[in-house]
């Protein structure tokens, strides 16, 4: 039984472990010290018979050429007959050149003091290069925000370990059927004319008209066989000649377009359950 004294104690130092964490999360990528564009789920838990959810559902976009995003779970445990659980998923999504490639997915599970309890910490991180030109269809962008919507629900939930895991699986799952079917080309407008006219607004009737009309080339004409004329004293007239055969023009085929190959998403997982019997 520990002393009321250590009790006192207790919630300093899990302040002060999972402040050394993030430290070590720090030194391991520095973009985490300045925030912004990393993902971190932490839980800490030292509630007996309670389970307590933190997940973190998060979509960056690069454009200029430095993939040094950091995703990072942590979850600690110091409690009786309880489960903490800390999930990240980061969706980094890379248009242009690339000049630095060095993103960050760690986690980390801790039991201190921990009787019967489960502690689980799971990392996901996914990296798309190549999307230059390409944008997320309205019904990705849907499909996705229903998904950051199920992750908050499930972090509300309370479930056990095993539901939770299994309900993760399943949108990580939704998650890279978005991003390998959801993209489509940027279709970029037509460039204005100098004085500031649009193509197709009228503006070009002037000159349409100033254009003169192309006359197409005849084709050259089949000379018709002479006709001999008729022995004298006949009568009927001259049979005419064998009619010119016209050719049938042969269909023009229009090829049709390479199909444009779609990025294939990339995971990183560091999935790091510690059960503790």
């Not at 130092?13 to 300045?34: D, E, Q, R, W």
């Amino acid at each position: 039984m520990p002393s009321s004294l250590h009790l006192r104690r207790l919630p300093n130092l899990l302040a002060a472990l999972v402040a050394a964490m993030l430290a070590v999360l720090a030194l391991a990528s520095p973009a985490l010290a300045g925030g912004g564009d990393d993902n971190v789920a932490a839980e800490v838990n030292t509630q007996d018979g309670s389970s307590q959810i933190d997940i973190s559902f998060d979509i960056e976009k690069v454009m200029d050429g430095i993939v040094d995003q950091t995703n990072a779970a942590v979850a600690f445990s110091s409690c009786e007959e309880c489960q903490t659980i800390a999930i990240a998923i980061q969706v980094v999504l890379v248009s242009g050149a690339v000049d630095v490639l060095a993103p960050t997915n760690v986690s980390y599970a801790v039991n201190a003091d921990c009787t019967t309890c489960v502690t689980v910490a799971l990392a996901y991180q996914l990296v798309l290069g190549d999307l230059e030109g390409l944008r997320l269809t309205d019904d990705a962008r849907r499909r996705l925000a229903a998904i950051a919507k199920a992750f908050r629900d499930l972090e509300r939930s309370g479930g056990s370990v095993d539901d939770v895991i299994a309900e993760t699986n399943r949108l990580l799952n939704d998650v890279t059927d978005v991003l390998a079917t959801g993209f489509e080309p940027i279709h970029r407008p037509r460039e204005e004319k100098p004085d500031g006219q649009r193509p197709g607004d009228g503006s070009d009737d002037e000159d349409a008209d100033a254009r003169p009309e192309s006359t197409p080339t005849p084709e050259d004409s089949p000379t018709p066989e002479a006709t001999e004329p008729p022995e004298s004293g006949g009568t009927g007239p001259a049979e005419p000649a064998d009619p010119t055969a016209t050719p049938t023009p042969a269909p023009t085929s229009t090829p049709t377009p390479p199909a444009s190959a779609t990025p294939t998403p990339s995971v990183t997982s560091e999935p790091s359950p510690t059960p503790t019997p």
